[in-house]
Nanobody
Framework: QVQLVESGGGLVQPGGSLRLSCAASGIISSFYTMGWYRQAPGKERELVARIFSGGSANYADSVKGRFTISRGNDKNTVYLQMNSLKSEDTAVYYC???????????????WGQGTQVTVSS
């Protein structure tokens, strides 16, 4: 079965940086999109960034200019470089992947278990 495994979370001071990684394993060779979502206590899960197989990417307005998403050459690994971190970035970050566009038949979507990012002095 397909699994997404995140790493790189932790505690960082405001203004610092973290790099999150997500590696996919399983029977699917590659994904259409991979991305990162986050959920803070008492808040709904929100999209942080996602990247498509062609290389284009979308970002939440709150992280534009600070975060950068990228994929490995094998398309089964995704990274999130987080710079200039703020306290409001504190959340559990989840890796996400799918294998075809929304609305297509037999679309499959996968989630990682999440990694905690805490930005605090």
């Amino acid at each position: 079965q397909v699994q997404l495994v995140e790493s790189g979370g932790g505690l960082v001071q405001p203004g610092g940086s973290l790099r999150l990684s997500c590696a996919a394993s399983g029977i699917i060779s590659s994904f259409y999109t991979m991305g990162w979502y986050r959920q803070a206590p008492g808040k709904e899960r929100e999209l942080v960034a996602r990247i498509f197989s062609g290389g284009s990417a979308n970002y939440a307005d709150s992280v534009k200019g600070r975060f950068t998403i990228s994929r490995g050459n094998d398309k089964n690994t995704v990274y999130l470089q987080m710079n200039s971190l703020k306290s409001e970035d504190t959340a559990v970050y989840y890796c996400n992947a799918d294998d075809r566009p929304t609305g297509w038949g037999n679309r499959r979507e996968y989630w990682g278990q999440g990694t905690q990012v805490t930005v605090s002095s």
